[in-house]
C-alpha cells in the first residue's frame, strides 16, 4: 500500500488515495493533523503528537517540536537522555502515521511519498528519504510541497488552469511555486523559496517583541533555557493565532508562581514582523522572474500551509498582488492530499490516467572549478553551473572540463548547490575523483553528467574519455550513505523505543494535557488540577472501564473549562 | 499546409499551426504516453518541441495576415504589457533624460552592457581579510504603522521636501513625482554630471528617495519590480553622484542578498561592487586596519624603490593588492600605476640584508613628492571619493575674498606673523600660487580655513626635508633637528600616528606640536624662503644607505631592542612601536654622530 505524506515542521497529516479520491487518515485521537512534536522519557516511552506538544510545558529537555528545521544537518536533539538527530525524530512521527493508516485500512502500508519543501536541499532531501527508511517505508518518491499543494487545488475540478501561484508558508519554510494545469498535465513553471522563514520565526520575533514588556524584572532569565523558550514560544504561538481573529490577543505565560501577561495588539505585532514580511517578497520576485510570467498574468494565488492564515502575511500578499488571495484550499490539508494523489500517480491509479505531473529543480547545480585571472593569478572557488535552476526535471546535463595543471595525475570536482558565483557562497553536496593521465595542462578533459530524478534527487558520472574511466556518484559521502548496517542500528534504537497501546492514547493525551494545565495555573487552581490529575490516574488503576470513562469525562469538562476561561 | 512537418512539428505530431491550444494538447497527449524518469533526452526534447511550436504560433498570431490564429493562451499577456498603466511614479522617460528610461515591462533585466562587471563579491579569506561590514539584518528602513491598502495614496502626491531653498535649481516642478524629481536630481546629463551631491542636494536626494521607497513599498509586485529595475538602473548611471542612496536603497530592496548570485542583475551587481568598495575603503582609512599602511603605500605617487619596506609589509601590500583587484577591481583607481608596477616588478620582495662588519642597511622610502599645486594635496592617503567637489560657487568676489583671507592666515602660520602673501610671492612665487591653490580647492571641498591652513603647514614641512637634499650645512641640521621634534610629539600621541607620519610624510593635525618647536619651524621657514631654498623637491629616488655600527649600538641602547628587532625595524618588519621608536633613535643617534654616512642616513630619515 502507497501513502502520501506531509512531514511538516509543526503538524504532519498522511492521506491515502481510495476511491478515485483522496482522503486524510486521523490519528488514535482522531486529529486529521498530528502535531509534529516527539517526547521521550528516560526509560523510552514515547509520545506524539498532542500529548508530546503538552509535554514540551511539563519536560522540556525531553521534547522536540520544529525538528524539521535541523533535517539535513549534524545537529542532534537529546530527548530522555539520549541524542537523535532530526530523521530519527522524524521516523517516530512517520512511524505513528503508519499505524494510523493500518488502524483505518487494516494493512500496513510499505511504499510512501513523501513531501518536502521545494527549496529543500539535497542533504535535506537526503535526510527525508532516510528518515522515511527508518521508519520502514519505501520512499518511491519525494515531492515538492508546493506541488502537491498545486495537484490538490489543480484536481479539484480537473479544468484547465492558467498559471497559478502557489504561496506555501508552512511552521519552518516558505516556497513559491507557478503552476499550469493542461489537459491534465500540471507543470510546475518555477519554484523559489527559502527554506529558513516560517511561521516559527515569526513567533520568535513576537516573542522577542514582547520579552522586555512581559518581564521587565527578567524573572524568565532565571529559568533554564529550554524551559524559557518552550514557554515563550508556546505563548507566542497561541498569541499568534488569536491575533489572527482579533485585534489584540493576551500574550501569557506562567513563571513559577508568577503569571506574566501583557497585551499585543495586531499592529504590534506587524511592527514586530516586518522584516519578515519583506522577506516574504524576493522568492515571488524570482519565480515570476525565472518564468517569465508577469503576476497580472496569474489567474490565482493558492494559499497553503498555516502561517499564511496570519492576517499580516494576507495583507502583504494582498498588497504585493493588488488581489485577494484564493484560499479554496484548506492550508493545512492539501500538501498531505496532493502527496496521496502523487501516490495514486505513482501507483499508476485509473482514476488518474490522464493526469501527470511535471516539475523543476529549483536551484543550480554545478561543481567546483578555477580560472586563471587577468593578472595571471588562479582564481579559485568559481562554481560552474551544469543544471540550471528551474530547469525542468527529470534531467540529464554534461559538461567537460580541462585539467589546469601539467602532469596533473587527478582531478578532484566539488559538487555544490547554490545561487552564487563562488562555492563559498553555496552548499556543498560532496566531492568524487577521478584520476587521469599525467598530460600537459589542458590536454586532459573529463566529462561530467548531472541526472536530477523526480524526487529531486542528484546522480553524477565523471567520464576520462582519454583513458576511460568512469566514476559514479549517487550518495557524495559518508554523512549521505550511512551504510546499511547503520541504518539497521538506528532502527534497532528506535525499535527500543515504547509506544503507547492505540486504546490508551486518548488517556495518555489527557493526562499530559492535564500536568500541563496545571503548570500553566497557580495556587488554588494548581491545587485543584493536581486533585483531578490524582483522581483520573487511580481511576485508570482501577481497570474498571465504567470508573475510568467517569473520571475522563470529568476532567476533559473541567479542563476544557479553564482553557476557555484563559487560553493557556 | 506544404510545410516539412520536421521540428518541432514531428515531434509532437501535428501538422503545423498557429494553435496553441492545439500545440499544448498534443503536448499533454505525448507525455502521457512517456516515462519521463527512463527517458530523460525524449522528455527534453518533447518540451523543447513544444516551446518551440508555442514561439512560431505566437510569432503567427502576432503577423497581422495571421490574426485569425486564436491564442487565448497567450493574451494575458499582451494586455499586462500594455503602457497604458505604466506604474503611477514611473517617470515621463523623455524629459528626464536618465539612460535607465522608463521601465519596460518584460524587457532586457541586464541593464546598460556598458556597466558589465566581472566583479566577485566574497573576499579570498586566504589572501585579503576584506570582511564586508556587518550590514546586519534588514535594517527597518520605513516604519509604517499605517493601515495596509493596495494602493498608497501618496504615490502620486506631490513630495515635500524640508529645507529644500534650491529645489527649484533642478529644474523640476514641486509637484512631479518623486520618480520624476529623483531622476533629474541624478540625471548623469544633466548639468552637474556625475559630480557628487552636494550637502543640501544630498539631503533632498534621501528625501526623495525615501518618497520613491515609500511608492515602491506600496506597490503590486510586478510594479515593484520595474521601479527596482529602474532605481537600480538610475543610480549605476549616475554613479558616483547616487553614492549617498546607495546604502538605503540596497537596504530596501535587499540588494545584498543577489551580491555574487550568477543571476545577479548587472547593475545591481555593479552598486553592490561600489558599495562593498566603498566599506572597505572607509576601513582601511582607519589607521587600525591590516592594509592601511600598505594601502597608504601604493596611493603614494611615483616608483617605490627598495627602501619601500619601511613603509608597508610586502605581504600586506601583495595581499591588498590581490584583494582588491579580486573583490573592487574600481578601487585600484586610488593606487599610483607607477607604484604599483614597482612593487609587482619587484620579485623576490627584497627583504633587506644585514650586511658585514656591523653596517646594517637602512631601507626607507624618501620620495615623500609634493603632488603639485593642481591635485589634491591629499589625494593618495585620503581619497575623497565621496565628499563633494566644485560646490556650487556663489559670488565670485566674495569667494576670492575669502580664498585671499585664508592665504594670508596660512602664510602667517607657516613663516610666523610678520610675514605676508605679498612677501611669499616676491620670495618664492611658485611656493606662494601652490598655497593659494590648495586653499581654494579645501575652501571650495567647504572646508574650513582652519584646514587649509593645515594643509599649508604640512606642504611646507614636507618641503623642508624632501629639500633636505638641497640643504647643507646648518639648515640641514636645523631640518633634521625639526623633524626628530616632530617624529617624537607624533610617538607621544600615539604609535599609530608616529607611523603615518614616517611613512606618509603627513603629521595629523590633531598631533599636539610644542610652541618652541613651531617657532623654529617658523623661523627655518621664512629663512629657507628668503633666500629662496624652499623649492619643490624633484624626483627623489628611493635610495639605501649604511648604517654604521656604532649608530646601531646606539639604537640598541636607546630602545633596549635585541640586535635582531632592530635590524627588522629598519627593513620595516617588526611592531609598529619597535619602527617608530627604532626610527627616532636612529635619527638622535645620527644627528650626534660625526663619522661617514652621517648624511645618507639622516637623508633616508
Known amino acids: ?568 | 499546409m506544404s510545410v516539412t512537418a520536421a521540428f518541432p512539428w514531428s515531434l509532437l505530431g501535428i501538422a503545423p499551426t498557429g494553435d496553441a491550444r492545439a500545440i499544448r494538447s498534443a503536448y499533454a497527449a505525448r507525455i502521457r504516453t512517456m516515462d519521463l524518469d527512463a527517458d530523460v533526452e525524449g522528455y527534453a526534447a518533447l518540451r523543447q518541441a513544444r516551446d518551440a511550436a508555442l514561439r512560431i504560433a505566437k510569432s503567427m498570431a502576432a503577423e497581422p495576415g495571421a490574426a485569425n490564429f486564436g491564442e487565448q493562451g497567450e493574451a494575458p499577456a499582451a494586455a499586462a504589457a500594455s503602457p497604458a498603466d505604466s506604474p503611477a511614479g514611473t517617470p515621463p522617460g523623455t524629459g528626464v533624460g536618465t539612460g535607465a528610461g522608463t521601465p519596460v515591462l518584460g524587457g532586457d533585466r541586464h541593464g546598460d552592457p556598458a556597466l558589465t562587471t566581472q566583479l566577485s563579491p566574497i573576499a579570498d579569506d586566504a589572501a585579503v581579510r576584506f570582511t564586508p561590514t556587518d550590514a546586519g539584518p534588514a535594517a527597518e528602513a520605513e516604519a509604517c504603522g499605517e493601515s495596509l491598502l493596495p494602493v498608497h495614496p501618496n504615490v502620486l502626491a506631490a513630495v515635500r521636501l524640508e529645507g529644500h531653498a534650491d529645489s527649484d535649481a533642478v529644474g523640476m516642478e514641486a509637484l512631479q513625482s518623486p520618480f520624476a524629481r529623483l531622476a533629474a536630481l541624478l540625471d548623469p546629463d544633466g548639468p552637474q554630471g556625475t559630480a557628487p551631491l552636494d550637502d543640501a542636494q544630498d539631503r533632498q536626494a534621501l528625501a526623495i528617495l525615501n518618497a520613491v521607497l515609500d511608492g515602491v513599498h506600496w506597490s503590486p509586485i510586478d510594479r515593484q519590480d520595474e521601479m527596482e529595475n529602474w532605481l537600480a538602473g538610475l543610480l549605476a548611471q549616475a554613479w558616483p553622484r547616487s553614492a549617498p542612496l546607495l546604502e538605503p536603497a540596497t537596504d530596501a530592496f535587499g540588494w545584498e542578498q543577489e551580491w555574487g548570485r550568477l543571476d545577479a542583475r548587472t547593475p545591481v551587481e555593479y552598486l553592490g561592487a561600489r558599495l562593498r568598495g566603498y566599506r572597505f575603503q572607509r576601513r582601511v582609512l582607519e589607521p587600525s586596519h591590516r592594509y592601511h599602511k600598505a594601502w597608504l603605500e601604493l596611493a603614494r605617487p611615483g616608483r617605490a624603490g627598495p627602501l619601500r619596506l619601511l613603509r608597508a609589509n610586502g605581504g600586506d601590500v601583495r595581499g591588498l593588492l590581490a584583494g582588491v583587484r579580486k573583490n573592487f577591481p574600481e578601487l585600484e583607481d586610488h593606487f599610483d600605476p607607477q607604484r604599483v608596477a614597482s612593487w609587482e616588478e619587484a620579485s623576490g620582495w627584497p627583504t633587506g640584508l644585514i650586511v658585514g662588519g656591523g653596517l646594517m642597511m637602512l631601507a626607507l622610502l624618501v620620495a615623500i613628492a609634493d603632488p603639485g599645486p593642481a591635485s589634491h594635496s591629499d589625494s593618495g592617503a585620503n581619497p575623497a571619493i565621496f565628499t563633494p567637489a566644485g560646490k556650487a560657487s556663489g559670488d565670485p568676489a566674495a569667494e576670492k575674498r575669502a580664498v585671499d583671507e585664508a592665504t594670508a592666515a596660512a602664510v602667517a602660520e607657516v613663516f610666523g606673523p610678520d610675514r605676508d602673501t605679498a612677501w611669499l610671492h616676491r620670495q618664492q612665487p611658485e611656493l606662494a600660487i601652490a598655497l593659494e591653490l590648495s586653499t581654494r580647492a579645501e575652501l571650495q571641498d567647504g572646508k574650513g580655513t582652519g584646514i587649509a591652513v593645515e594643509r599649508a603647514v604640512e606642504k611646507v614641512r614636507q618641503r623642508f626635508y624632501l629639500d633636505a637634499g638641497t640643504l647643507s650645512g646648518a639648515d640641514f641640521d636645523q631640518a633634521m633637528h625639526l623633524r626628530l621634534g616632530l617624529l617624537e610629539a607624533a610617538r607621544r600621541h600615539g604609535t599609530a600616528t608616529c607611523l603615518t607620519y614616517l611613512n606618509a610624510g603627513v603629521l595629523a593635525a590633531t598631533v599636539p606640536v610644542p610652541d618652541t618647536l613651531r617657532t623654529q619651524e617658523r623661523a627655518l621657514a621664512a629663512s629657507l624662503a628668503d633666500r629662496g631654498l624652499l623649492i619643490a623637491p624633484g624626483l627623489t629616488g628611493p635610495r639605501t644607505a649604511s648604517v654604521p655600527g656604532p649608530l646601531v649600538q646606539d639604537v640598541m641602547r636607546a630602545t633596549g631592542l635585541a640586535h635582531g628587532a632592530v635590524a627588522q625595524a629598519m627593513q620595516g618588519k617588526g611592531s609598529d612601536a619597535n619602527r617608530c621608536a627604532v626610527s627616532i633613535a636612529l635619527l638622535q643617534a645620527t644627528l650626534r654622530w660625526k663619522g661617514e654616512h652621517r648624511r645618507d642616513v639622516l637623508l633616508l630619515l
Open chain 1, 1 to 568: 500500500m502507497l501513502i502520501g505524506i506531509d512531514l511538516g515542521t509543526t503538524n504532519s497529516a498522511v492521506a491515502i488515495w481510495r476511491g478515485g479520491e483522496a482522503q486524510l487518515v486521523p490519528n488514535a485521537l482522531g486529529q486529521l493533523l498530528t502535531p509534529s512534536a516527539v517526547s521521550i522519557a528516560k526509560d523510552g516511552q514515547v509520545w506524539i503528537g498532542t500529548p508530546a506538544l503538552d509535554r514540551m510545558a511539563t519536560h522540556p529537555a525531553d521534547t522536540a517540536t520544529s525538528f524539521k528545521r535541523m533535517m539535513g544537518t549534524q545537529r542532534t536533539a537529546k530527548l530522555g537522555g539520549k541524542d537523535y538527530k532530526a530523521e530519527d525524530i522524524s521516523a517516530i512521527v512517520l512511524e505513528a502515521l503508519v499505524r494510523d493508516v493500518e488502524a483505518l485500512a487494516g494493512e500496513k502500508p510499505t511504499e510512501a511519498v513523501i513531501t518536502v519543501p521545494a527549496y529543500f536541499n539535497d542533504r535535506q532531501r537526503k535526510a527525508t528519504r532516510r528518515a522515511g527508511e527508518l521508519a520502514g517505508l519505501t520512499v518511491r518518491r519525494l515531492i515538492n510541497e508546493p506541488t502537491a499543494a498545486a495537484l490538490a487545488f489543480g484536481l479539484q475540478d480537473k479544468g484547465d488552469r492558467e498559471p497559478f501561484l502557489v504561496f506555501d508558508l508552512g511552521g519552518g519554510t516558505f516556497d513559491v511555486s507557478i503552476v499550469e494545469m493542461f489537459d491534465g498535465i500540471v507543470e510546475v513553471r518555477a519554484s523559489a523559496g527559502d527554506n529558513r522563514l516560517g511561521g516559527d520565526d515569526f513567533d520568535d520575533a513576537l516573542a522577542a517583541f514582547v520579552r522586555p514588556r512581559l518581564d521587565p524584572e527578567g524573572l524568565l532569565d532565571a529559568v533554564p533555557q529550554e524551559r524559557r523558550e518552550a514557554l515563550l514560544k508556546r505563548a507566542a504561538e497561541a498569541c499568534r493565532r488569536a491575533l489572527s481573529s482579533a485585534p489584540e490577543a493576551e500574550f501569557a505565560l506562567t513563571v513559577g508562581e508568577t503569571r506574566l501577561a501583557t497585551t499585543v495588539t495586531e499592529t504590534e505585532f506587524e511592527t514586530a514582523c516586518e522584516a519578515l514580511v519583506r522577506r516574504l517578497r524576493d522568492p515571488v520576485v524570482r519565480a515570476l522572474r525565472d518564468s517569465s510570467i508577469e503576476a497580472a498574468e496569474l489567474s490565482d494565488i493558492v494559499l497553503v500551509g498555516g502561517a499564511t492564515r496570519m492576517p499580516v502575511v494576507r495583507k502583504a500578499i494582498t498588497r504585493l498582488f493588488g488581489r485577494f488571495p484564493n484560499s479554496s484550499v484548506h492550508p493545512d490539508h492539501a500538501v498531505a492530499l496532493g502527496a496521496s494523489i502523487q501516490a495514486g500517480l505513482v501507483g499508476r491509479d485509473a482514476a488518474l490516467e490522464e493526469v501527470r505531473i511535471t516539475d523543476v529543480c529549483p536551484f543550480t547545480l554545478g561543481v567546483e572549478v578555477a580560472e586563471h585571472d587577468r593578472y595571471g593569478g588562479l582564481q579559485r572557488g568559481l562554481f560552474s553551473p551544469i543544471i540550471e535552476r528551474n530547469t525542468p526535471v527529470p534531467v540529464s546535463r554534461v559538461s567537460t572540463y580541462h585539467t589546469m595543471g601539467d602532469g596533473q595525475k587527478q582531478i578532484e570536482f566539488g559538487i555544490y548547490q547554490g545561487e552564487a558565483r563562488e562555492v563559498s557562497g553555496n552548499v556543498r553536496l560532496g566531492q568524487l575523483q577521478v584520476p587521469v593521465p599525467p598530460r600537459p595542462a589542458g590536454e586532459v578533459s573529463a566529462q561530467v553528467r548531472f541526472s536530477y530524478d523526480s524526487s529531486g534527487l542528484l546522480e553524477i558520472d565523471v567520464h576520462v574519455p582519454l583513458n576511460g574511466t568512469k566514476r559514479t556518484l549517487t550518495i557524495l559521502d559518508e554523512e549521505d550513505r550511512p551504510d546499511p548496517k547503520d541504518i539497521e542500528k538506528r532502527r534497532a534504537v528506535l525499535a527500543k523505543l515504547k509506544f503507547h497501546p492505540r486504546e490508551e492514547a486518548g488517556n495518555v493525551a489527557l493526562i499530559a494535557r492535564a500536568e500541563r494545565c496545571y503548570e500553566d495555573h497557580i495556587g488554588e487552581l494548581r491545587q485543584a488540577i493536581g486533585h483531578w490529575i490524582t483522581e483520573f490516574v487511580g481511576a485508570l488503576d482501577t481497570q474498571d472501564p465504567r470508573r475510568i470513562a467517569d473520571a475522563r469525562g470529568f476532567l476533559v469538562e473541567r479542563l476544557d473549562e479553564l482553557d476557555r476561561v484563559s487560553p493557556l
